[in-house]
């Protein structure tokens, strides 16, 4: 068995403490602190310590109550926006309608309540001229028996003038 | 001629270099061991190359895996006064993990598969734990034989008992990584070479010699597996047994 050849021994010992030893040292001298920097230099820079996640922790804090702070401002603004719209409407609505009652509306009113008492007057006027002979007991139907014949009445002497005005007319 | 399976581990001596009685040839396996540790250097340097990437490139992550692991191993297993044996677990186990590993390449040749490296090197650790031991405690390292709660009648039977445990760590250790890698090597070696001679025979068995391939095949993943953790194996025992000599249990 070659494991088992004892003049292989005393080299093979021999070269593995070399080897083991220079692959020791290199590796202390050079490549373990360069690879020990290279991390220790990225945590530092991630923040990956306690204090990088706490100061993170706070930062997020404060974000948060700025911004609840931000939008219960912005509410009350906005109530109080729409308050003073309402009360200025309304204010605004009722000037305006006193304003017009004074003004606007009592002329119309007025014209309005003319013109009833001039169609009135000229029902009235026109009864009185169509009902002269009217019976004690008025009925309606002898009221529009009147008003008819009236009508009529009205209507001949409209023809007659308009004849008279034809008449006139081929003469010239 | 008659090939045994055990000719893989043959010592040839490639420079031949003799003091006196004392032959000191450069051979086979120091010529692996220079290329696994070569190896080793000359990654490091190309991945450390300008200080290395703040992003890491992947070679460069995969160092930084290692070291982190490695970091990681020490501290659980001693702690803070552990610092100092960092660079020498780390070295170990970056030592026996690639000299396994190049190993499984075929024609080539595992250094660890050798009586003489494993125990040497885990004799070696072995006695740099205990006088580390006795540098930090001093002679009330001894008190480490006996453990804690024990009545003292049995103390004569019990101290031998210990000590024998103790220094068989030290065998162990080596005995364990050489088994492994050369029953390994062995067995892969066996079926390979059923395989050859069943392909030579021809006929129906050299289309049955796709089995022992197949089974060499996956053997080699089992390997490679087996490589990677002896490596651990063996650095982690040695974390364990510097916390037994630092912090006595």
Partial sequence: MPQLDKVTFLSQFFWLCFFYLGFYYVILKFYLPKISRILSLRQKKMGFSNQGMISLQQENHQVREDYQELLSKALTLSKTLFNNFFSQTTNWLSTNATTINKTQYQKVNTSFVQSLGETSLSQNVLFYHAGKNLPEKLTFKILQDNLQTFKKQQASKKSQNLSQETLKKTKK | ?249
Avoid at chain 2, 64 to 92: C, D, H
Avoid at chain 2, 142 to 168: D, R
């Fill in chain 2, 1 to 249: 001629m008659i090939f045994t399976p055990l000719e893989q581990f043959a010592i040839v001596s490639l420079i031949p270099i003799r003091l006196g009685n004392f032959y000191l040839s450069f051979t086979n396996s120091s010529l692996y061991l220079l290329l696994s540790t070569g190896l080793v250097v000359i990654l490091f340097y190309l991945v450390t190359q300008n200080g290395g990437f703040l992003v890491p490139s992947r070679w460069q992550s995969g160092v930084e895996m290692i070291y982190e692991f490695v970091v990681s191993l020490v501290n659980e297993q001693i702690g803070k006064k552990g610092r100092f044996a960092f660079p020498l677990i780390f070295t170990t186990f970056t030592f026996l993990l690639f000299t396994n590993l190049i190993g499984m390449i075929p024609y080539s040749f595992t250094a660890t598969s050798h009586l003489v490296v494993t125990f040497g090197l885990s004799l070696s650790l072995f006695i740099g734990v205990t006088l580390v031991g006795f540098q930090v405690h001093g002679l009330h390292f001894f008190s480490f034989l006996l453990p804690k709660g024990a009545p003292l009648v049995l103390a004569p039977l019990l101290v031998v008992l210990e000590l024998v445990s103790y220094c068989f760590r030290a065998v162990s250790l080596g005995v364990r990584l050489f088994a492994n890698m050369m029953a390994g090597h062995t067995l892969v070696k066996i079926l390979s070479g059923f395989a050859w001679t069943m392909l030579s025979v021809g006929g129906s068995l050299a289309v049955a010699s796709v089995i022992p391939f197949t089974i060499v095949f996956a053997l080699t993943g089992l390997e490679i597996g087996v490589a990677c953790l002896q490596a651990y194996v063996f650095t982690i025992l040695t974390c364990i047994y510097l916390n037994d000599a630092i912090n006595l249990h």
